[in-house]
């Protein structure tokens, strides 16, 4: 067990919706990463908050978006559903913005788009 | 265009025998390097890194080359043990953190391991 917990961990929907994915970090850590893990690919960086704020930005289209609030905890909202957002959404912390590098990730989110 | 790559979807290993993981990368930028391990229904968890300083790194019965010069990266792991089969991705960053540019992962290498 990680420390980081990803909710909901299925969800199944429609093309032109909506849906928000919610993530809660590790006690501690301040900062959160979001990642896509589309079919046969690797994890793509979306974006990163640190402490409230958005610390750098990825592959994350316009359609998507992300906060995070003072409780720390984390969503990424994906809107405009296309079939091609089908993929595992991964929420990822550690203490810092500029650490050693090792992130911890929560068991991700599989969105369906149909 | 894919900055770190790991050529082999699958590698099969038999127990007890050494298992090699090869990871390449492009960008020049890149000064510090991990391995993740993934296991089914989880999410990756951390297993060894390398800073550009360095050339090996060693943690039991892993252990990370890095040779610059080759922009290339593997992972041994000796003896294979059946709880090694998962997936392995290799990832970078050039800020020697996990931080500001996020980490650039590689599609990743399933190893089995067979009994």
């Known amino acids: 067990d990680s420390g980081v917990t990803q909710t909901p961990k299925h969800l199944i929907t429609a093309t032109g919706q909506r849906v928000t994915l919610r993530c809660s970090p590790r006690s501690g850590d301040l900062s959160v990463y979001w990642y896509q893990q589309s079919l046969d690919q690797g994890l793509q960086f979306l974006i990163q908050y640190y402490n409230g704020e958005e610390r750098a930005k990825g592959n994350i289209l316009e359609r998507f978006s992300a906060q995070q609030f003072p409780d720390l905890h984390s969503e990424l909202n994906l809107s405009s559903l296309e079939l091609g957002d089908s993929a595992l959404y991964f929420c990822?912390?550690?203490?810092?913005?500029?650490?050693?590098?090792?992130?911890?990730f929560g068991e991700g989110s599989r969105l369906t788009v149909l | 265009d894919q900055q770190v790559k790991q050529n082999s979807p699958s590698l099969s290993v038999q127990e007890g025998r050494i298992s090699i993981l090869n990871c390449d990368y492009t960008n020049s930028m890149f000064d510090y390097f991990l391995w993740y391990k993934k296991y089914p229904a989880e999410g990756p968890t951390f297993l060894i890194s390398?800073?550009?300083?360095?050339d090996k790194n060693e943690d039991g019965r892993f252990t990370v080359f890095l040779n610059k010069s080759a922009k290339h990266l593997s992972l041994h792991i000796v003896p294979s043990q059946p709880g090694d089969s998962a997936v392995y991705f290799c990832a970078a960053s050039g800020d020697s953190g996990g931080g500001a540019d996020g980490l650039t992962f590689g599609k990743g290498t399933h190893l089995i391991i067979q009994p």
């Open positions: 990822a912390s550690s203490v810092g913005d500029l650490g050693a590098g090792e992130l911890f």
């Open positions: 390398i800073s550009s300083i360095k």
